[in-house]
């Protein structure tokens, strides 16, 4: 594993107990100012900005400080010169979701680019899968 890759890892560790932990200051660092965040909650256009960022999280801090676990399962990183993309699954949930579904997992796509010498996350994105039944036609 080359040294940029080993970087982003630590970067993705550092962020994910950050979020474990709610730890605000600790969820932004790393993060580009211009950043655009995809996330499972609203808005469908998603959020843009450091600023319009951080808004998102004391939700998720308080769901998380109930018992919830946000842990990292797998991260593979791939790394260019300027650029790099890393992917994830996070086992993310209550004891009570997971008993009800033990291989649900939060899927997680990062792009990151080099700003100043260091890694810095420009795009994140994250998503559970769609279990819901499809509408039936009227």
Do not use: N
Request: with cysteine.
């Amino acid at each position: 594993m080359g040294h940029d890759e080993q970087e982003i890892r630590e970067l993705v560790h550092r962020w994910a107990v950050a979020v474990h932990t709610g730890d605000m200051a600790g969820v932004l660092a790393d993060h580009a100012p211009d950043i655009v965040m995809f996330d499972v909650p609203p808005p469908e256009q998603g959020v843009r900005g450091l600023e319009a960022y951080e808004e998102t999280w004391p939700g998720f801090f308080a769901w998380q400080a109930s018992g919830a676990v946000f842990e990292i399962e797998s991260l593979e990183v791939t790394a260019g010169g300027d650029v790099a993309y890393a992917y994830a699954l996070l086992r993310c949930g209550t004891p009570a979701e997971f008993a009800r579904d033990p291989e649900k997992r939060l899927r997680l796509t990062l792009g990151l680019r080099r700003e100043d010498g260091r890694w810095v996350v420009a795009h994140e994105h994250h998503s559970f899968t769609d279990d819901s039944e499809p509408a039936e036609d009227a």
